[in-house]
Structure formats: structure tokens, C-alpha cells
């Protein structure tokens, strides 16, 4: 991207925003809260969801010939948020976004790109009633849901029993409950030559790359924390401290790779193990025979006591929709039992609602190995639904990787700096 | 003869400035404009907003150009981009010369080498990073010629070599281009002035020196000024090399940390704050250079 380029797109939003100052207004929200007529809809683009999304808005407009829904997969871009926020600017977002990250909520509704659901009669009832106590965590700094919890990946410990056996470690029930347990597995990896790197998080700089090495230990260690609450950074705490030393062991011992790899160093094998959700099953298909565990923590707690990061995807209402009464029936009827049991089986994701074993029991019969992610399911963190949430995280990541991955500071003394900048950030809250 | 305003402003041929409005309309619609509007957005306190969103825009003064230069990623990212300049900008001359200089004499696979050298600039960035992380990672190709050699941490997420082995990416990957505006300006030194100099007792070297670099000014001062512009708007290479400006901000461009600071965290008034800078800077480093490659043209 050149600089022309850059400034371009930021004025050319920004000149949007200019022009459209004057439309629109909260006069028309009530209105297009009961308006029903044609919506638009934004799904993924892996081939599971796509599956997915088609079969839902065949079925509902085959009984709703009057309300008809138009999907696409979300347009390519660096990320979905850039675009999202970038329609969201345009005016020209759809009515509802099936992928809509919960970090980057915050952001949109800032923009004034969100639709408090809370704003239809039943809208909070059923998200409390669908997704049970997990729920709360996605509600936003004033009290309203902008956000419809709807599937998580929770974070699990992969392993790949080819290589464990190389290696002389128990391919059924390995030791990886505490910190020392997986350090000295790793450490047998390695120098059996089993896998070149015991685990390959991704070492990159980018503000999300937490999700997947530091944050869903941190979860498990305390208890299902998020990194900030309450306005405060919780991550320079004791445990958080124990996180980041355990990483810094990985990769001063070159347990760990610091460099970044293109392909999938799992699947690849040159890692024996990943930190993933279940999402990642369909790509080990027929390529790694694996096994999976929880992520480990310093005192081994007990697999029904530990917590994850969620890596939840969820559906948002956008502000440019006008027939919002119709977007709200298509968010329940795509969210219901029957949709939820179909998303499931077509990617294995987990629908966040309450008691997912219990709801498909048929398909967890036929699928044992996704049972373990329903049961994590239950117990799982979120990114903390704050004001500056992207900016806050790679705050932490910056001092992360610093520290951590490449060791040009003291772990402990870059969390605390770096807690200092988070507290600050989220008092703009 | 005195003319009017509307003549003086259309000069002798009033036909001509038909025919530039339409650059003209493009450089305001695509440059000039947007321009002025991040000038404007970095005074302001700007984020963007749905249209219909009412919110308070208030001008702040410089308080986002001093948060841009209170911040040490960003006064680090240009220390960065400076690192870049000083290696990529003389090996873009050197090397393209040279390389024009001897694509232009008689020597057999010439079109093959010209092409060679043009390929790279023409493929896609993604694509050739990939390469190049297999080259330079630790157990790469380069790593293992050199053995020991090798520097530990390896290029890519050593914090002293990271930016000038990116420089060095992106010497090799443009130079095919500045080979191309060399060749062009070699075609128009007289053949005349080597046979001068060959009757003058001059070497081959010695021709080169004071025939061929003198005679190819113009291009030279083309090639480092468009080497230092498309230096400093550097963000494909620590955005992918490098993973996000890596290890720990060593790579990272100030254009990269506008991307960050002002689309994915979304404070455009900050990106752009840290763009205006940069457009100062290569303005004044443009003025500078033009001063003393392009001193003889003037």
C-alpha cells in the first residue's frame, strides 16, 4: 500500500462520513425496527459456513417469498473487520453479518454502525435464554447487546500421536496438565526429533496472534478472566506473570519458534502440537491423526475446572438496515435450535448456547471427538467488550513479543508497562 | 500586448488546458483532495462514523501530532524507514546502473537477463515473500550456505538486520524497474563522447565514470527521488516479511503503523497525523536530494 494509497482511503472515508452527516437519524430507528421487506446478509467464506448459510436462506425464503434474503460471503479484504468498518462508513453495510468479532464490536458501535438488540421486545430474553450466563460477557460498556452470541472455537491443545509416539510420550492420556508436565514433553519433542518445534503459535505482531499463545492459558489460569476488567489490566497479575514465563521457557529454549511460517506448521509436522478450536478439525482430516487435550495450567487443574479463550464469531445487526423486523426474524430463525444443530454439523463449531451435549445428542453420539469442545464450550472467555479494544491488545501484544517471544525484556516488567498504557486506554471507556 | 486574466491563466493555447483537465480533475480527485482531507482529520479529533451518526468532531490543534511524536513506535518506525533509505536508495543506484550500464553493451543472453531482472518487479509481493522467508529463515538456503556464519537470531527476526535485509528484498525486487529507466537514458549518450574519451587515452572504467554517470544526471536523479518515495510508502514487505513490523517494531514502517493506528484501531485522525508527517519528510528529503544529484541538471 503506498502512502497516496493510505491517505486516500482514510479521506475517502472519511469524505463519506461528510457527506452522509445530514441522513438518516435516529427518527427512522422505531420504524425500521417492525419494517419487514428484503434484507441483505454477510456470511464467512470458509466452504462449511458458506454450506451452511446457503441451506439457511433457502429455507427461509422458501416460507417467507415476501422478506427475501440476498447472502454473499464477506467481500475480501486484509481482514472482515476492515471491510465491515468500511461499509459500515459507506453507509452500504448489510443488515446482518454472520462473523462479526467480538473485539472489534467496540469499534462499530463507536461508529454508530450497530443495532442495540436489546431495541426489539424479546431481543434480550433470547439471547439469555439461547446462550445462557455466557452472555454477558458480550454486552457492551452501557448495559445493551450489540452482539448475538452465536459459535465459539474454544482454544484446545492439539497433538499429533505420531509424532508423541516418536517421541515416548503416552499418545492416550499425555502429560500435559501443568507447566512442567508440557515443557518437559516438549523438550522430548525436540530432541527426538519427533517435530522440530513442540508448538507453533503463530509469532507475528498482529494484535489478535494473543488469542492463540498467551490468552487462553491465562483464562485457564485464572478461572475464566479476561484481560481487562473493571477498567483495570488483569494480566500483569501473578498468573498472568506464570503465563508469560512458561512461553518465555518455550521459546528461550527454542521450543518455540520466533520466526513466521507460511502453511500449517501442525498439519506440516513440524510442529507436534497446536493451540486451535475445533473449526481446524476439518483441515486435519486424513492428514494428522491427532488427539486433543485443555491448555495447560502451572498446578494441573482438573479439565472441568479449566477455562479458554473462546474465539467466538458472532451476528451483529448493522445500522444501515431498514427492514430491521425482518433481519431480527432472520437472526432468530438462523440462531434456533434446528439452524444451530445444522451449523453444527456442517463445521463442527460450537453454537453458543446453553448445554450443546445435551441439545445434539445424536450428533455426539456419531461424533465423539467433538465432545470434549462441547464440554470446554461451556467454560470459555472473551475478548472483554471495551473501548479501544483492538488498541488495547496490541498494546499487550507489543510488549508480549518483546519480552516473550523475543526476549529483550523481562517478561514480568513489560507486562506491568505495558498495563499501565491499558489501564489509561480503557478509562476512555 | 497586454492579455486578460482568462488568457494569461490559459496562456498562448487556450486548446491545451482541454486537454489537461482531465489529469487535472483526476490529481484533485485522487490526490489533492485527499490530501487536504487528512490534513484536515489530523487537526481534528475524527473517527469515522455511520452516515446519520451525530458526533462531535472538535479541533484539537497539534494535540495528534503530539501524541504521534510522544509515541516511540511511531518516532522508532521512522528511524526505521531512514535505516531503509540509506541502504536502499545508493544500492538501487549502484546496482541499476551497473547492471544497465552492462544489459547495454553487445554480451550474449541479453534480452534474457533483461528479462530476469524485470520479472521480479512485475510478480506480486505475496508471492516472492514466500520465497524469501524460505531463503533467509533460520534454516534456509542462505543460512546454510554460510554454516556458521549465520547470523543467530536469524535475518527476519534479528532486530539489527531485519530492516536492511527488507531494504535488500526490496532493492531486488524494484531494481528490474530503475535497470529499465537506465537503459533508456544510456540510449541518449552520444557515442560520440566515448570515442572522445577512447582517443583521450580513457579506460573503460574511466569512460564510465566520466562519460556515462554524467551523462545519465537526469536519470539518476529520477531514480533517487522514485526510490525514496516508494521507499518510505514501504508496508507490503513488514507487513508480510516481517509479520506486522517485527521482531518487536524493528521492521516497522511508518505507513504500516498508520494502517494500524488508523484502520484497525480506528483513529484515522492519528494515521493521519503520521501521514502528513511523512509527506514533509519525503518532501524535504526530495528537496534535499534534488539539491545535490540533480545540482548539474539546473
Same mark, same amino acid.
Given at each position: 500500500?503506498?502512502?497516496?494509497?493510505?491517505?486516500?482511503?482514510?479521506?475517502?472515508?472519511?469524505?463519506?462520513?461528510?457527506?452522509?452527516?445530514?441522513?438518516?437519524?435516529?427518527?427512522?430507528?422505531?420504524?425500521?425496527?417492525?419494517?419487514?421487506?428484503?434484507?441483505?446478509?454477510? %456470511?464467512?467464506?470458509?466452504?462449511?459456513?458458506?454450506?451452511?448459510?446457503?441451506?439457511?436462506?433457502?429455507?427461509?425464503?422458501?416460507?417467507?417469498?415476501?422478506?427475501?434474503?440476498?447472502?454473499?460471503?464477506?467481500?475480501?479484504?486484509?481482514?472482515?473487520?476492515?471491510?465491515?468498518?468500511?461499509?459500515?462508513?459507506?453507509?452500504?453495510?448489510?443488515?446482518?453479518?454472520?462473523?462479526?468479532?467480538?473485539?472489534?464490536?467496540?469499534?462499530?458501535?463507536?461508529?454508530?454502525?450497530?443495532?442495540?438488540?436489546?431495541?426489539?421486545?424479546?431481543?434480550?430474553?433470547?439471547?439469555?435464554?439461547?446462550?445462557?450466563?455466557?452472555?454477558?460477557?458480550?454486552?457492551?460498556?452501557?448495559?445493551?447487546?450489540?452482539?448475538?452470541?452465536?459459535?465459539?472455537?474454544?482454544?484446545?491443545?492439539? %497433538?499429533?500421536?505420531?509424532?508423541?509416539?516418536?517421541?515416548?510420550?503416552?499418545?492416550?492420556?499425555?502429560?500435559?496438565?501443568?507447566?512442567?508436565?508440557?515443557?518437559?514433553?516438549?523438550?522430548?519433542?525436540?530432541?527426538?526429533?519427533?517435530?522440530?518445534?513442540?508448538?507453533?503459535?503463530?509469532?507475528?505482531?498482529?494484535?489478535?496472534?494473543?488469542?492463540?499463545?498467551?490468552?487462553?492459558?491465562?483464562?485457564?489460569?485464572?478461572?475464566?478472566?479476561?484481560?481487562?476488567?473493571?477498567?483495570?489490566?488483569?494480566?500483569?497479575?501473578?498468573?498472568?506473570?506464570?503465563?508469560?514465563?512458561?512461553?518465555?521457557?518455550?521459546?528461550?529454549?527454542?521450543?518455540?519458534?520466533?520466526?513466521?511460517?507460511?502453511?500449517?506448521?501442525?498439519?506440516?509436522?513440524?510442529?507436534?502440537?497446536?493451540?486451535?478450536?475445533?473449526?481446524?478439525?476439518?483441515?486435519?482430516?486424513?492428514?494428522?491423526?491427532?488427539?486433543?487435550?485443555?491448555?495447560?495450567?502451572?498446578?494441573?487443574?482438573?479439565?472441568?475446572?479449566?477455562?479458554?479463550?473462546?474465539?467466538?464469531?458472532?451476528?451483529?445487526?448493522?445500522?444501515?438496515?431498514?427492514?430491521?423486523?425482518?433481519?431480527?426474524?432472520?437472526?432468530?430463525?438462523?440462531?434456533?435450535?434446528?439452524?444451530?444443530?445444522?451449523?453444527?454439523?456442517?463445521?463442527?463449531?460450537?453454537?453458543?448456547?446453553?448445554?450443546?451435549?445435551?441439545?445434539?445428542?445424536?450428533?455426539?453420539?456419531?461424533?465423539?471427538?467433538?465432545?470434549?469442545?462441547?464440554?470446554?464450550?461451556?467454560?470459555?472467555?472473551?475478548?472483554?467488550?471495551?473501548?479501544?479494544?483492538?488498541?488495547?491488545?496490541?498494546?499487550?501484544?507489543?510488549?508480549?513479543?518483546?519480552?516473550?517471544?523475543?526476549?529483550?525484556?523481562?517478561?514480568?516488567?513489560?507486562?506491568?508497562?505495558?498495563?499501565?498504557?491499558?489501564?489509561?486506554?480503557?478509562?476512555?471507556? | 500586448?497586454?492579455?486578460?486574466?482568462?488568457?494569461?491563466?490559459?496562456?498562448?493555447?487556450?486548446?491545451?488546458?482541454?486537454?489537461?483537465?482531465?489529469?487535472?480533475?483526476?490529481?484533485?480527485?485522487?490526490?489533492?483532495?485527499?490530501?487536504?482531507?487528512?490534513?484536515?482529520?489530523?487537526?481534528?479529533?475524527?473517527?469515522?462514523?455511520?452516515?446519520?451518526?451525530?458526533?462531535?468532531?472538535?479541533?484539537?490543534?497539534?494535540?495528534?501530532?503530539?501524541?504521534?511524536?510522544?509515541?516511540?513506535?511511531?518516532?522508532?518506525?521512522?528511524?526505521?524507514?531512514?535505516?531503509?533509505?540509506?541502504?536502499?536508495?545508493?544500492?538501487?543506484?549502484?546496482?541499476?546502473?551497473?547492471?544497465?550500464?552492462?544489459?547495454?553493451?553487445?554480451?550474449?543472453?541479453?534480452?534474457?537477463?533483461?528479462?530476469?531482472?524485470?520479472?521480479?518487479?512485475?510478480?506480486?509481493?505475496?508471492?516472492?515473500?514466500?520465497?524469501?522467508?524460505?531463503?533467509?529463515?533460520?534454516?534456509?538456503?542462505?543460512?546454510?550456505?554460510?554454516?556458521?556464519?549465520?547470523?543467530?537470531?536469524?535475518?527476519?527476526?534479528?532486530?539489527?538486520?531485519?530492516?536492511?535485509?527488507?531494504?535488500?528484498?526490496?532493492?531486488?525486487?524494484?531494481?528490474?524497474?530503475?535497470?529499465?529507466?537506465?537503459?533508456?537514458?544510456?540510449?541518449?549518450?552520444?557515442?560520440?563522447?566515448?570515442?572522445?574519451?577512447?582517443?583521450?587515452?580513457?579506460?573503460?572504467?574511466?569512460?564510465?565514470?566520466?562519460?556515462?554517470?554524467?551523462?545519465?544526471?537526469?536519470?539518476?536523479?529520477?531514480?533517487?527521488?522514485?526510490?525514496?518515495?516508494?521507499?518510505?510508502?514501504?508496508?507490503?514487505?513488514?507487513?508480510?516479511?516481517?509479520?506486522?513490523?517485527?521482531?518487536?517494531?524493528?521492521?516497522?514502517?511508518?505507513?504500516?503503523?498508520?494502517?494500524?493506528?488508523?484502520?484497525?484501531?480506528?483513529?484515522?485522525?492519528?494515521?493521519?497525523?503520521?501521514?502528513?508527517?511523512?509527506?514533509?519528510?519525503?518532501?524535504?528529503?526530495?528537496?534535499?536530494?534534488?539539491?545535490?544529484?540533480?545540482?548539474?541538471?539546473?
Amino acid at each position: 500500500m503506498k502512502l497516496q494509497a493510505g491517505l486516500l482511503a482514510l479521506a475517502l472515508a472519511g469524505s463519506l462520513v461528510a457527506c452522509g452527516d445530514s441522513g438518516g437519524g435516529a427518527g427512522d430507528a422505531d420504524a425500521a425496527a417492525s419494517a419487514r421487506g428484503p434484507i441483505n446478509i454477510w %456470511y464467512s467464506n470458509n466452504a462449511e459456513e458458506v454450506a451452511w448459510g446457503k441451506q439457511m436462506v433457502a429455507a427461509w425464503n422458501a416460507a417467507h417469498p415476501d422478506q427475501k434474503v440476498t447472502a454473499q460471503e464477506i467481500p475480501t479484504g486484509k481482514s472482515s473487520e476492515e471491510v465491515i468498518g468500511a461499509a459500515i462508513t459507506a453507509g452500504n453495510a448489510p443488515c446482518l453479518i454472520f462473523n462479526t468479532s467480538p473485539a472489534s464490536v467496540s469499534q462499530f458501535q463507536k461508529q454508530g454502525g450497530l443495532v442495540p438488540l436489546d431495541s426489539f421486545s424479546d431481543g434480550t430474553s433470547y439471547i439469555e435464554e439461547r446462550s445462557g450466563d455466557v452472555a454477558k460477557q458480550y454486552k457492551s460498556s452501557d448495559g445493551k447487546y450489540y452482539q448475538l452470541p452465536w459459535k465459539s472455537n474454544p482454544v484446545m491443545i492439539f %497433538y499429533n500421536k505420531k509424532a508423541f509416539a516418536k517421541a515416548g510420550i503416552d499418545t492416550t492420556k499425555p502429560p500435559l496438565a501443568t507447566y512442567d508436565e508440557f515443557l518437559a514433553a516438549s523438550r522430548k519433542i525436540v530432541a527426538s526429533k519427533a517435530a522440530k518445534f513442540a508448538i507453533y503459535p503463530a509469532p507475528s505482531n498482529e494484535f489478535f496472534q494473543s488469542w492463540f499463545d498467551f490468552y487462553p492459558l491465562f483464562a485457564a489460569e485464572t478461572g475464566g478472566k479476561q484481560l481487562v476488567a473493571d477498567g483495570k489490566a488483569q494480566f500483569n497479575s501473578d498468573e498472568g506473570k506464570k503465563v508469560a514465563t512458561f512461553w518465555r521457557t518455550m521459546y528461550a529454549d527454542k521450543l518455540a519458534s520466533q520466526e513466521k511460517y507460511t502453511g500449517d506448521a501442525f498439519v506440516d509436522g513440524t510442529a507436534a502440537m497446536a493451540a486451535v478450536g475445533p473449526w481446524a478439525i476439518a483441515t486435519y482430516k486424513g492428514k494428522v491423526d491427532w488427539g486433543v487435550v485443555p491448555v495447560p495450567t502451572s498446578a494441573g487443574k482438573p479439565a472441568d475446572e479449566i477455562h479458554t479463550f473462546s474465539d467466538a464469531k458472532n451476528v451483529a445487526m448493522y445500522s444501515a438496515c431498514k427492514n430491521r423486523g425482518t433481519a431480527w426474524d432472520v437472526l432468530k430463525f438462523a440462531t434456533s435450535k434446528e439452524q444451530d444443530g445444522k451449523f453444527l454439523a456442517a463445521s463442527g463449531q460450537m453454537p453458543l448456547r446453553k448445554d450443546v451435549t445435551a441439545a445434539y445428542p445424536d450428533y455426539f453420539a456419531k461424533n465423539p471427538d467433538y465432545k470434549v469442545f462441547a464440554d470446554q464450550a461451556a467454560r470459555t472467555v472473551e475478548v472483554p467488550n471495551v473501548a479501544n479494544s483492538i488498541t488495547i491488545w496490541q498494546t499487550f501484544r507489543d510488549a508480549y513479543s518483546k519480552s516473550v517471544i523475543f526476549g529483550q525484556e523481562d517478561p514480568g516488567t513489560a507486562l506491568d508497562g505495558a498495563a499501565q498504557k491499558v489501564d489509561q486506554l480503557a478509562k476512555q471507556s | 500586448m497586454r492579455r486578460g486574466l482568462l488568457g494569461r491563466v490559459l496562456g498562448e493555447h487556450p486548446v491545451g488546458a482541454v486537454f489537461v483537465t482531465p489529469y487535472v480533475v483526476f490529481l484533485a480527485a485522487v490526490f489533492a483532495y485527499p490530501l487536504g482531507f487528512a490534513v484536515y482529520m489530523s487537526f481534528h479529533d475524527y473517527f469515522f462514523t455511520a452516515p446519520g451518526a451525530i458526533v462531535e468532531r472538535p479541533f484539537v490543534g497539534f494535540d495528534n501530532y503530539v501524541t504521534v511524536l510522544s509515541d516511540p513506535a511511531v518516532r522508532r518506525a521512522f528511524w526505521n524507514v531512514l535505516v531503509f533509505l540509506v541502504i536502499n536508495v545508493p544500492l538501487t543506484v549502484v546496482l541499476a546502473l551497473g547492471l544497465a550500464n552492462a544489459l547495454n553493451a553487445a554480451i550474449r543472453w541479453r534480452t534474457f537477463f533483461r528479462v530476469s531482472y524485470y520479472v521480479p518487479y512485475v510478480t506480486a509481493s505475496v508471492a516472492v515473500v514466500g520465497v524469501w522467508l524460505f531463503l533467509f529463515n533460520s534454516n534456509g538456503l542462505v543460512n546454510s550456505v554460510l554454516g556458521p556464519l549465520a547470523p543467530d537470531p536469524s535475518w527476519l527476526v534479528n532486530s539489527k538486520l531485519a530492516m536492511p535485509t527488507v531494504a535488500i528484498y526490496v532493492t531486488w525486487k524494484q531494481l528490474g524497474f530503475f535497470i529499465l529507466l537506465y537503459l533508456a537514458a544510456l540510449q541518449n549518450v552520444s557515442k560520440d563522447l566515448y570515442e572522445a574519451a577512447a582517443m583521450d587515452g580513457a579506460d573503460k572504467w574511466k569512460s564510465f565514470w566520466n562519460v556515462t554517470v554524467p551523462g545519465v544526471r537526469p536519470a539518476t536523479t529520477l531514480v533517487v527521488l522514485l526510490a525514496t518515495v516508494t521507499g518510505a510508502n514501504l508496508f507490503t514487505e513488514p507487513y508480510l516479511l516481517t509479520g506486522g513490523g517485527g521482531p518487536d517494531g524493528a521492521s516497522a514502517s511508518p505507513v504500516l503503523v498508520m494502517y494500524q493506528k488508523g484502520i484497525e484501531q480506528g483513529n484515522p485522525d492519528i494515521g493521519s497525523a503520521i501521514g502528513v508527517l511523512l509527506v514533509i519528510a519525503v518532501l524535504a528529503l526530495a528537496l534535499i536530494e534534488r539539491r545535490f544529484v540533480g545540482r548539474e541538471e539546473s
